[in-house]
């Protein structure tokens, strides 16, 4: 059974940083690329990040690129979100995911596996 568990998340100010993790079991994990979405109330889940299975590409959505780093720890079937400067308009559901195909990583329907997500609050 596969499993990805994020944690990580809280409660930070305006400026602030955080360090999400999200820990995979029941699949083969260096062949699987990862992704980052995030889901504010009443709004669609968006893209982040994604990272290649070998971790030798990474993506980023507009809105946080230069802000956040993705990184991927295949023996030790973790992935990992750095997010630096945070914004309040950062603050949502952050949910890792999983895609052993091919597939444009910003796309939800990519992604074979979902974790349940974490939490994350940017005062201001």
């Known amino acids: 059974q596969v499993q990805l568990v994020e944690s990580g998340g809280g409660l930070v100010q305006a400026g602030g940083s955080l360090r999400l993790s999200c820990a995979a079991s029941g699949l083969t994990f260096s062949q699987y690329a990862m992704g980052w979405f995030r889901q504010a109330p009443g709004k669609e889940r968006e893209f982040v990040a994604a990272?290649?299975?070998?971790?030798?590409?990474?993506y980023y959505g507009v809105s946080v690129e230069g802000r956040f780093t993705i990184s991927k720890d295949n023996p030790n079937n973790t992935v990992y979100l750095q997010m630096n400067s945070l914004k309040p308009e950062d603050t949502g559901v952050y949910y890792c995911?999983?895609?052993?195909?091919?597939?444009?990583?910003?796309?939800?329907?990519?992604?074979?596996?979902w974790g349940r997500g974490t939490q994350v609050t940017v005062s201001s």
């Open positions: 995911a999983a895609a052993l195909g091919p597939g444009h990583y910003s796309y939800t329907a990519t992604y074979d596996y």
């Open positions: 990272i290649r299975w070998s971790g030798s590409s990474t």
